[in-house]
Each structure stands twice: as C-alpha cells, then as structure tokens.
C-alpha cells in the first residue's frame, strides 16, 4: 500500500480533524484518572473507592455511545460531534468552579463520558471517506486519537502541582475550544453518508451475532487500554511508591505504547487479516498480563505493561479492521455499539483491580483475571473463526493471510 494513493483515497483534512476531535476528547475523557492521586488524597479514598472514581466516566463513555452512534447516523458525525464538544465545556466548569464532594465528582465524571462518546463519531467521520483496502490504516489513525490519554497522564499531575486539580479543569478548556475551531473549519461529511433509517431498523444489528461478538472482543481490547491508562497512575503510586508526578509519567510511557500502535494494528490486520492479529496479539497479552500479576521489579514491571498496552493497543485497531467491513451500511449505530462494550470494560477494569486490592491486599489476582479473560477470547476467536470465513471473512481476508490461517 502506497501512502499516496492512500492520500487521494479519502479526505486528509477530515481524518486530521477527526484524530483532533478524538485525542482532545481522550484527553478530557480521562482527566479524573490523571487526576486520581490528588483526589484521592484530599477525599482520603479507600482502594475501592478509588478504582471507581477513575471508572465512572468510562461507564458514562459507555452510556453515551450507542445514542451518539445512532445520531451519526441520522445528522451525520459532524454536526453530531460538534453537539458533543458544546457539551463536554459544562462538566470541565464544573470540575472547575465546584466540585468540592465526592458525589459532585462522580456525577461531573459519568457527564465527562460524552468525551469518551467522540468515539462514536471520530471513527465514522473518518471511514466513510476511504474504500475498504484502506479501512484499517485510516481508522488506526483517527483512533489514535486516544493518545490523549498520554497528554492527560503526562501534563495533568504537573498542572495539578501549579494550580490545584480544580485549576485543571479550567485549562483543559482552552484546547476543547480551539480543537472545537478546527472541527468545524476542516471536517466535512463524506459523500456516502446514509440516509436515515427507521428507528427499528438501528434495533436490527442488535440481533446480528457478530455485533456482540465484536463487542466482547472490544471489551477486552479496548477496555483494558483506557481502564489501564485511567488506573496505572493510582497504581504506580500505590504499588511502587512513585511520586504522583513520576507515576503520571510512567503511566504516560505505557498509553503512549497503546495510542502509537493502533494504526499499525490496523495497517497489519489490512496486511494479513484481523482475526489472525487478534489471535496473535490475545496470547502475547495474556502472558504479559500474567507477568504483571506477580508484581515484578518496578522497571520490569513497566516494560511489561508497555508491551501489554502495544497489544491491547494494535488489537483495538484489528477489531476495528473488521467491523466497518462486516457492517458498512449500520457503522455509526456498530461503532456505538461496540464502542460501548469498550467503555464499559474500561469500567469494569479499574473497579475490580481496586475491589480485588481492598479484598486480598494486592493488586496481583486483579491482573491475573484479565490475562485469564485476554487469553478466553483467544479460545473464542479460534472458535469464530470457522463460521465467519464461511459466511463473510474469506472474501476479505488478503490471499497470503488466508493461505497460512488454520
């Protein structure tokens, strides 16, 4: 695949706006998580009580999706994330101006999850500009977008340390404006943008299988991506002791693993296939996570979780490979879908490392069950398989992928 013919595939300066639309909307998503330490300490949180903290605007991503897959659908995901940018000012003034309470903050965090719904909308703005051949590579980049992730874990507990975390949100403001600026100077809607249909008509993927299988997959991937990146900083504090500037930068070098190679998964699953990536990637995280479990050596330790969130990160983009491939008429309503089985395991990560920390003293058994869990779907994929090349994935599958897959 040559980059210029990729260029002239689609439309540059809609994928830019899209991965703009996207990196500030992680940056802002994840905030509370880049934050945690701080909070933690002025609220004296138990383990527990900090897991969820940092889980609630991931469940708020989750909530958001579908709903906001479904308006990219109907409006189109321009006007769609423009309505979603106004929206995310209000919970950043009031993290600002308020938030003063614990139950102030969990609800301005589930009202934080419309940032984590720019999902929903990023990657269709993106795809329906470019042909199949190309679906990996241009979705890989718009969902790169969640390095924002890396700027919030890397620039959030230094800001914190000048201004206070309430001061935090004030500042995240600023780039939420001006990527607001060049959203709607630059992104356009593309051409193939379906008309609306019948409500009951978006109801009909849910009957489809493979909507909840990829949902599951995504889950994992995904969820433990943004869970991982809302959670290592608390973690690095907690486990090893780490300054809360310090453990916001070792949390930044492991996201920044995850965001850089999303395309690159996305590249590869066009190169050689999403499920043979998918198989791949699921063992080798797997027995990464294993490692982790048993709590190794501080610089052990992150080598590990890098290397965890490169896979969990290529394996966000195989999943999205396939999914605009298997369902190119519903992909605003699917991305909804999927993208809030990936929220809510982005919930449900942080919440049991911390409920399995205040059970047994160790963060240990929490990693322990997610690499058991990476290592189920790789148990589940080779059972998929057979069903979907038969029905649809052969057709797709590049020929050198399909002549060595099992």
Not at 6 to 22: E, I, M
Not at 156 to 185: C, D, K, N, Q, S
């Amino acid at each position: 695949m040559h980059l210029r013919h990729f260029l002239r595939a689609g439309h540059p300066p809609t994928l830019l706006s899209a991965f703009l639309y996207f990196d500030i909307s992680f940056m802002v998503w994840v905030l509370i998580g880049a934050l945690g330490v701080y909070i933690a300490r002025d609220f004296g949180l138990t383990a527990g009580q900090k897991g969820l903290l940092v889980a609630i605007p991931l469940l708020g991503g989750a909530l958001v999706r579908i709903p906001m897959g479904v308006l990219t659908d109907r409006i189109g995901p321009k006007k769609t994330g423009a309505i979603a940018q106004c929206i995310v000012v209000l919970p950043l003034l009031w993290g600002w101006r308020l938030g003063h309470d614990l139950p102030q903050l969990m609800a301005l965090g589930l009202l934080l999850g419309v940032a984590g719904g720019s999902f929903a909308v990023a990657l269709p703005l993106a795809s329906r500009w470019y042909p199949p051949e190309h679906q990996g590579l241009a979705m890989g980049i718009a969902a790169a977008g969640n390095s924002g992730t890396v700027l919030a874990s890397l620039f959030a507990p230094r800001l914190a340390e000048a201004v206070g975390w309430h001061g935090v949100f004030g500042l995240a403001l600023i780039p939420v404006l001006l990527t607001l600026g060049v959203y709607l100077a630059l992104a356009r809607e593309s051409p193939l943008q379906p008309s609306p249909q019948p409500w009951r008509a978006y109801l009909g993927v849910l009957r489809e299988a493979d909507t909840w299988w990829f949902s599951g997959l995504y889950s994992v991937t995904f969820g433990g991506f943004v869970g991982l990146a809302s959670f290592l900083g608390i973690f690095f504090h907690d486990q090893y002791g780490l300054s809360k500037v310090m453990a916001g930068n070792f949390t930044a070098l492991c996201v920044f693993a995850g965001s850089l190679f999303r395309p690159l998964g996305g590249a590869l699953a066009d190169r050689f296939g999403g499920v043979r990536m998918l198989k791949a990637l699921f063992g080798a995280v797997g027995g990464l996570l294993l490692g982790v479990g048993w709590l190794p050596p501080l610089a052990l330790v992150t080598v590990l979780l890098f290397l965890a969130m490169s896979g969990l990160g290529m394996g966000n983009g195989a999943v999205f490979q396939l999914v605009p491939q298997r369902f190119r008429d519903e992909i605003g309503v699917v991305t909804g879908i999927v993208g809030a089985a990936g929220g809510l395991g982005g919930f449900l990560l942080p919440t049991f490392l911390g409920i399995l920390k205040e059970m047994t003293g160790s963060y240990g058994p929490g990693f322990f069950l997610f690499a058991g869990i990476a290592c189920y779907c790789l148990l589940v994929l080779r059972i998929l398989q057979t069903g979907w090349r038969a029905r649809w994935l052969r057709s797709l599958e590049p020929a050198d992928a399909r002549a060595q897959a099992d």
